[in-house]
């Protein structure tokens, strides 16, 4: 199994959120797994301008001047994917905005189709229910299947966080051994209902991503879920 983990946090490895996420992956379930964890500090990410290039083309024009073309690497080779972003004035962390702006076109793609994802969010008090809101839908929208989450604040209990990456182990278990453990949110029907109709009939990128994929021929997210998680079981 390969682990990708990005975490928001200029604090890096002293962060709360690495500690608890290295704990987790230190664990006897994934001694052979290969796990790579990258925190904020460790990167160069340029702000997206805005110039629609790689909804145009699949292509974005700052990938080859930045951190940005490795970190789409991880996360497409990633089996399982962490997403992690301290509360700052209840949302994401720049940082995290900012990559995510970098692959808002892969929404329109699906590109972490059947990715399993877990996300999670470290505060002193309040606004953690707005960044993980933000990050589920996020990643929904991207095509991944979020497992569960992990919200830690001054007040959480080892025990709670034990207890948390439990029931996130467990789910990820039961992922990796039958299809039929895999669900899928309205939000992600509707968004694949919605381009599919848009694109369809539309020049470009998009179709053309759309037509090579085989996307075209199914009509809801989940029937083109199961088909790629069968074609490339």
Same mark, same amino acid.
Request: hydrophobic residues 35%.
């Given at each position: 199994?390969?682990?990708?983990?990005?975490?928001?946090?200029?604090?890096?490895?002293?962060?709360? %959120?690495?500690?608890?996420?290295?704990?987790?992956?230190?664990?006897?379930?994934?001694?052979?797994? &290969?796990?790579?964890?990258?925190?904020?500090?460790?990167?160069?990410?340029?702000?997206?301008?805005?110039?629609?290039?790689?909804?145009?083309?699949?292509? *974005?024009?700052? &990938?080859?001047?930045?951190?940005?073309?490795?970190?789409? @690497?991880?996360?497409?080779?990633?089996?399982?994917?962490?997403?992690?972003?301290?509360?700052?004035?209840?949302?994401? !962390?720049?940082?995290?905005?900012?990559?995510?702006?970098?692959?808002?076109?892969?929404?329109?793609?699906?590109?972490?189709?059947?990715?399993?994802?877990?996300? *999670?969010?470290?505060?002193?008090?309040? =606004?953690? %229910?707005?960044?993980?809101?933000?990050?589920?839908?996020?990643?929904?929208?991207? =095509? =991944?299947?979020?497992?569960?989450?992990?919200?830690?604040?001054?007040?959480?209990?080892?025990?709670?966080?034990?207890?948390?990456?439990?029931?996130?182990?467990?789910?990820?278990?039961?992922?990796?051994?039958?299809?039929?453990?895999? !669900?899928?949110?309205?939000?992600?029907?509707?968004?694949?209902?919605?381009?599919?109709?848009?694109?369809?009939?539309?020049? =470009?990128?998009?179709?053309?991503?759309?037509?090579?994929?085989?996307?075209?021929?199914?009509?809801?997210? @989940?029937?083109?879920?199961?088909?790629?998680?069968?074609?490339?079981?």
């Amino acid at each position: 199994m390969k682990v990708f983990g990005i975490i928001g946090s200029m604090n890096g490895i002293n962060s709360r %959120e690495y500690q608890i996420i290295a704990k987790y992956f230190s664990a006897e379930k994934y001694k052979n797994a &290969d796990v790579k964890i990258i925190t904020a500090d460790q990167l160069n990410i340029k702000y997206c301008r805005g110039c629609c290039t790689c909804f145009n083309t699949g292509v *974005c024009p700052l &990938d080859s001047t930045d951190d940005m073309e490795s970190i789409k @690497k991880y996360l497409l080779e990633a089996d399982l994917i962490i997403v992690s972003s301290p509360v700052y004035m209840h949302q994401v !962390s720049g940082f995290m905005k900012n990559v995510l702006d970098r692959i808002a076109y892969w929404t329109h793609t699906f590109h972490l189709i059947g990715k399993r994802i877990v996300v *999670c969010t470290s505060t002193s008090s309040s =606004g953690s %229910e707005y960044v993980i809101s933000y990050l589920k839908k996020v990643m929904s929208a991207l =095509g =991944g299947i979020v497992l569960g989450e992990i919200i830690v604040d001054d007040m959480t209990t080892i025990e709670e966080i034990e207890e948390k990456c439990k029931y996130i182990n467990n789910m990820v278990s039961q992922s990796s051994v039958s299809l039929a453990n895999i !669900s899928v949110s309205t939000f992600q029907h509707t968004l694949y209902k919605g381009l599919r109709s848009n694109l369809i009939e539309k020049e =470009g990128y998009e179709h053309d991503y759309w037509l090579e994929n085989n996307m075209f021929d199914y009509f809801t997210f @989940k029937e083109y879920l199961l088909y790629r998680l069968n074609l490339y079981k």
